[in-house]
């Protein structure tokens, strides 16, 4: 069996989780492959820099940028199970980062930023949602969502 990113060693006694928070980002299921991780890349990277953990080095004192201190899940629904989430964040006043359809025919943050700012909040044509928040929360905002493949 092939074990996966931050699996449980077998042998260690389970401790429940180590974070009350989740961060979690949902696609649409209708993404083409690229545009699924082009789209987790940006909706993460508008995420508070206070989730971000320390700074990576290597045995040879090189430096790397540091990463999330907890890890995401990555989820995938329907169009309307994408909308019906941004509804239940909003309901609960939870900060989130949103990916429309027409940032894919824009190139930089400037004209993202235009191509949303035209759009009411319920026409918004939601590809993709990211956010972090407490764990039963979150996972009420993305009920009925799937683990993405």
Same mark, same amino acid.
């Given at each position: 069996?092939?074990? +996966?990113?931050?699996? @449980?060693?077998r042998? +260690?006694?389970?401790?429940?989780?180590?974070?009350?928070?989740?961060?979690?980002?949902?696609?649409?299921?209708? *993404?083409?492959?690229?545009?699924?991780?082009?789209?987790?890349?940006?909706?993460?990277?508008?995420?508070? =820099? =206070? *989730?971000?953990?320390?700074?990576?080095i290597?045995?040879?004192?090189?430096?790397?940028?540091?990463?999330?201190?907890?890890?995401?899940v990555?989820?995938?629904?329907?169009?309307? *199970?994408?909308?019906?989430?941004? =509804?239940?964040?909003?309901?609960?006043?939870?900060?989130?980062?949103?990916?429309?359809?027409?940032?894919?025919?824009?190139?930089?943050? =400037?004209d993202? @930023?235009?191509?949303?700012?035209?759009?009411?909040?319920?026409?918004?044509?939601?590809?993709?949602?990211?956010?972090?928040?407490?764990?039963?929360?979150?996972?009420?905002?993305?009920?009925g969502?799937?683990?993405h493949?």
């Open positions: 069996m092939s074990r +996966t990113y931050k699996t @449980r060693n042998h +260690t006694r389970d401790r429940g989780s180590m974070f009350d928070t989740k961060i979690a980002v949902l696609l649409r299921d209708d *993404l083409a492959g690229w545009q699924a991780l082009n789209v987790t890349a940006f909706l993460v990277s508008g995420l508070p =820099e =206070e *989730l971000r953990g320390e700074p990576y290597d045995a040879d004192d090189v430096t790397y940028l540091p990463m999330f201190g907890q890890p995401v990555v989820l995938q629904g329907d169009k309307d *199970l994408v909308m019906k989430a941004h =509804e239940r964040a909003l309901n609960r006043n939870q900060a989130m980062t949103v990916f429309t359809a027409d940032l894919f025919a824009t190139g930089n943050d =400037e993202n @930023r235009a191509a949303v700012r035209k759009v009411h909040t319920q026409d918004l044509d939601l590809v993709g949602i990211a956010v972090h928040g407490q764990k039963n929360a979150v996972d009420k905002i993305f009920k969502a799937r683990m493949p």
